[in-house]
């Protein structure tokens, strides 16, 4: 067959690569924004939100607390991808506060000590507990009993099987 002409009766093939998709991506679905703002986390810190009001009354107490644990406000000159509008009574300038929350940053050396430390006395607490729970067992009337299933199977000398 010649280059360029084609067997009769056929229609003319269309080239694929001049095919084009009416659409190649999906159609964007409109999602309701995050209440709070996100930050690019940096290597070496942890990120939380501390409350400093509840239902309009300010949390000094907390926010001291917070403060002394280590944990300190996160600029917001140093995070332009969380916009938010700041709340011009707000005792925080050039941080990041939403409806009473204030993003605040620590090392992770800190939360990690600070995990261990909860964890270990959650540890101790049960511990504490369930020794004193296991105190009250007697013997005539036990909290626990250990309870043990036994399956059997028949000898295998059927009955009447002639």
């Not at 939380?48 to 009354?57: E, F, N, S, V």
């Not at 090392?107 to 105190?135: H, I, P």
């Not at 250990?146 to 000898?155: I, N």
Request: negative net charge; charged residues 30%; aromatic residues 8%.
């Amino acid at each position: 067959m010649v280059e360029g002409t084609r067997p009769v009766g056929r229609p003319p093939r269309e080239n694929r690569e001049e095919k084009v998709r009416a659409k190649e991506e999906r159609p964007k679905q409109w999602t309701p924004p995050e209440l709070l703002p996100h930050v690019d986390e940096k290597d070496g810190y942890s990120y939380r939100y501390i409350r400093t009001a509840t239902m309009g009354q300010a949390d000094p107490k907390n926010v001291s607390a917070k403060f002394r644990e280590g944990w300190e406000p996160v600029k917001a000159s140093e995070h332009p991808e969380a916009f938010s509008m700041t709340d011009p009574n707000s005792q925080f300038t050039d941080a990041i506060e939403v409806g009473g929350l204030l993003l605040c940053k620590t090392d992770e050396e800190l939360t990690q000590q600070r995990d261990a430390y909860v964890d270990n006395r959650t540890s101790q607490a049960t511990q504490s507990v369930d020794s004193n729970y296991m105190r009250e067992q007697d013997a005539r009337m036990p909290l626990f009993k250990d309870k043990s299933t036994k399956v059997t199977f028949g000898s295998g000398g059927g009955q009447g099987n002639a």
